[in-house]
């Protein structure tokens, strides 16, 4: 069995999850994990599947892409298996007004503790920014974390939370 790593980019149109997910079905492909989202008129998927030759995917996937609308990329990766979380799970929410190097900061501020960033969503709404990320922080260091976050955010004028996160909506 191969696994690969799909992404799928492009400008948004109803049909594009169904139309991937159906070619990949034609292969006998199993989607494993996959995240899709739409941001400002621009969709973007990645998903991970299980079955075909990256080859025989491109080609299936190449009627989507051949009208230059969507660019599609197939690419094997190595199986990692099922790994465990290796730190306590967070929800990091930061909001605030609109500027440069907010994810940057406070992703940094996570990184230094040893934090990992296991999904991340960011949105700008007229003025309002908003990040929202699922963190994996070493066990027991939250508190020395939300100080940071916190002294971070306050140099960056904006608003943060860190809560436990709960693994049964995860």
């Known amino acids: 069995m191969n696994e690969l790593a799909i992404t799928v980019i492009g400008r948004d149109r109803p049909g ?3 139309d991937v997910a159906e070619a990949l079905a034609r292969l006998g492909a199993n989607l494993t994990d996959s995240t899709m989202t739409r941001l400002r008129g621009h969709f973007a998927m990645t998903l991970i599947c299980v079955g075909p030759a990256a080859a025989d995917v491109e080609a299936e996937l190449a009627p989507l892409a051949a009208d230059g609308q ?6 094997a990766v190595t199986p990692d298996g099922q790994t465990p979380a290796t730190g306590e799970p967070y929800v990091l929410a930061v909001h605030g007004a ?4 907010i994810v940057a ?3 940094r501020v996570l990184a230094d503790a040893g934090g990992n960033v296991t999904d991340l969503s960011t949105r700008l709404t007229g003025s309002l920014y908003v990040v ?15 100080g940071r976050l916190a002294r971070t955010a306050a140099e960056l004028g904006v608003g ?9 909506l995860l």
Request: charged share 25%; glycine share 4%.
């Open 16 to 18: 594009i999850v169904a």
């Open 70 to 75: 969507l660019l599609a990329t197939v690419r």
């Open 98 to 101: 609109d500027r440069m190097g």
């Open 105 to 107: 900061a406070m992703t």
């Open 132 to 146: 929202v990320a699922e963190v994996e922080l070493p066990p027991g260091s939250s508190d020395e974390v939300a």
């Open 160 to 168: 943060v939370s860190l809560r436990p996160a709960d693994p049964d």
